[in-house]
């Protein structure tokens, strides 16, 4: 349990550092994964719509 609460506290000091040293790039990822996101609620979408329609 103390190791993974470590792992959490460094994944979350390296997306801090990540993002003060490289907006533009964070800003990039950030946007590719909300597309992402917004792309796979559409196709779940697309999926039910055609299941009950």
């Known amino acids: 349990?103390?190791?993974r609460k470590v792992l959490v506290y460094?994944?979350?000091?390296?997306a801090v550092f990540y993002l003060y040293s490289?907006?533009?790039e964070a800003a990039t990822?950030?946007?590719g994964i909300m597309d992402g996101i917004?792309?796979?609620?559409?196709?779940l979408a697309t999926f039910f719509s055609q299941l009950l329609g």
């Open 1 to 3: 349990m103390k190791t």
């Open 10 to 14: 460094l994944a979350v000091a390296f």
């Open 22 to 24: 490289r907006p533009a």
């Open 29 to 31: 990822a950030v946007r």
């Open 38 to 43: 917004v792309n796979g609620a559409g196709q």
